[in-house]
């Protein structure tokens, strides 16, 4: 599916891997989505930790791994999520000070139709009890 919508032009963005319990269990899938050409984008409450302790490692650790792109807010209609993309950026900048404007870059980039500029990506490591520490 990735090879034929790049063909046609278009680069998929699979949203908030982090939640995804699939994704979860074998990062790899991640990964290969990635390094065949698909892009990721993490959530901002993830970041900063509203979904809980696990969610903000695996986001934190994909971020890690370069492979997430882009943040959003998944503040979509919902009552009851907050926007926390100042929060998240702040988050990334802890992380890395190249990240925020890396970030800002490849957002603004896939909203102009522009090319991201790939970073080398790394297969999230694993961990005894959980697959992220």
């Not at 046609?8 to 963005?13: A, D, F, L």
């Not at 969610?55 to 998944?74: H, M, N, P």
């Not at 950026?89 to 000070?97: A, C, K």
Request: aromatic share 8%; net charge positive; hydrophobic share 40%.
């Amino acid at each position: 599916m990735i090879f034929q919508l790049s063909c046609e032009g278009i680069t998929p963005v699979i949203a908030h891997p982090e939640r995804n319990a699939q994704i979860i269990a074998e990062p790899q899938r991640l990964y290969k989505f990635v390094d065949d050409g698909g892009l990721a984008q993490v959530t901002a409450t993830s970041l900063v930790g509203a979904f809980g302790e696990q969610v903000q490692r695996t986001a934190k650790e994909f971020v890690k791994c370069g492979l997430v792109q882009v943040v959003a807010s998944d503040a979509h209609t919902l009552k009851n999520r907050g926007f926390a993309m100042t929060k998240a950026y702040q988050v990334l900048n802890e992380m890395d000070s190249r990240y925020p404007e890396r970030f800002a870059t490849n957002a603004r980039n896939l909203l102009n139709g522009d090319k991201i500029k790939a970073r080398r990506i790394e297969v999230p490591r694993k961990q005894r009890k959980h697959w992220l520490s």
